[in-house]
Every structure is written in C-alpha cells, then in structure tokens.
C-alpha cells in the first residue's frame, strides 16, 4: 500500500489509482517536456536562447496532449486537477 508523506489530504484509494493508472507515466513525461519547453520560452523572452517556431509548435502538441491525459486520469480514477498535481509533484511517496 502506498503512504502519504506529506501535503493535503488525498483519498488513500485515489493516490493509488493514479499511481497505478495506464496513462499517468506519459502523463508525468509530459509534465516534464512541457516545464522544459516553457522554461526555453521564458529564457527566450529574457533574450538568453532562441525559441523555434517548431519548439513552439511542440509545445502547443504536447499541451494538448496532456490536457486530454489529465482529463481521462481524473475521470478514471475520480482525482480533483489539484490532487493529480500534488500527486505528480511526489508529494506522495510510493
């Protein structure tokens, strides 16, 4: 069984459905793609690095592909956004 270590309450059952859910290892992939690219953009509005039409257009795909995972996680497993979130950011420890 998985332990919460810390953050807000979350449903013991719900950690654990998402954790265990098909689609929730590329949706933390996409999580971390999607940071990385906005990153990039951010430097590129500061001047330090150049952002691609293409990295732009990444960025838009993949957006809209982790917003239709985390749609379908919360729908399957009952988890509110803020609770997929806490629980992609290792607030819980499996």
Same mark, same amino acid.
């Given at each position: 069984?998985?332990?919460?270590s810390?953050g807000?309450?979350?449903?013991?059952?719900?950690v654990?459905?998402?954790?265990d859910?098909p689609?929730y290892?590329r949706?933390?992939?996409?999580?971390?793609?999607?940071?990385?690219?906005?990153?990039?953009?951010?430097?590129?509005?500061?001047?330090?690095?150049?952002?691609?039409?293409?990295? +732009? @257009?990444?960025? #838009?795909?993949?957006?809209a592909?982790? !917003?239709? %995972?985390? +749609? @379908?996680?919360? #729908?399957d497993?009952?988890?509110?956004? !803020?609770? %997929?979130?806490?629980?992609?950011? #290792?607030?819980?420890?499996?």
């Amino acid at each position: 069984m998985r332990e919460i270590s810390s953050g807000p309450f979350i449903n013991q059952e719900t950690v654990t459905a998402v954790l265990d859910h098909p689609d929730y290892s590329r949706y933390s992939e996409l999580v971390d793609q999607v940071a990385d690219l906005l990153s990039k953009k951010l430097d590129a509005t500061s001047g330090f690095e150049e952002f691609t039409q293409a990295q +732009e @257009t990444e960025l #838009n795909e993949l957006t809209a592909e982790l !917003g239709k %995972l985390s +749609e @379908t996680i919360r #729908n399957d497993t009952g988890c509110k956004d !803020g609770e %997929l979130i806490a629980i992609n950011n #290792n607030r819980y420890q499996s």
